[in-house]
């Protein structure tokens, strides 16, 4: 299983990313969920966004309203859409794919100007 991220970039503070994640090697209908992570500079790594085999979603507190996660079975891709972005968003954000085990992508960097 391999997951490769893309997406990330600079933009100003109100803008807008979307993050891509693409996955292979493994069944869509095998997984049991797609995530998003962060991790900021100095800072632990933080669960973005989740969305399960069911479609049902879940989000960090601090997005809620300005990024959505979504996920194309027929593409095996999970995205993000953020909007509104603020700098506090900044980070290397990360895709994971939940099957028996934790499987990562390797980040791509979002970095929001003031």
């Known amino acids: 299983v391999q997951l490769q991220a893309s997406g990330g970039g600079l933009v100003q503070a109100g803008g807008s990313l979307r993050l891509s994640c693409e996955y292979y090697?493994?069944?869509?209908?095998?997984?049991?969920?797609l995530s998003w992570y962060r991790q900021a500079p100095g800072k632990q790594r933080e669960l973005v966004a989740r969305i399960s085999r069911y479609g049902s979603t879940n989000y960090l507190d601090s997005v809620k309203g300005r990024f959505t996660i979504s996920r194309d079975n027929t593409r095996n891709t999970v995205d993000l859409q953020m909007n509104n972005l603020k700098p506090e968003d900044t980070a290397i954000y990360y895709c994971k794919l939940q099957l028996g085990r934790d499987y990562w992508g390797q980040g791509t960097l979002v970095t929001v100007s003031s």
């Open positions: 090697g493994i069944s869509s209908g095998s997984i049991i969920s």
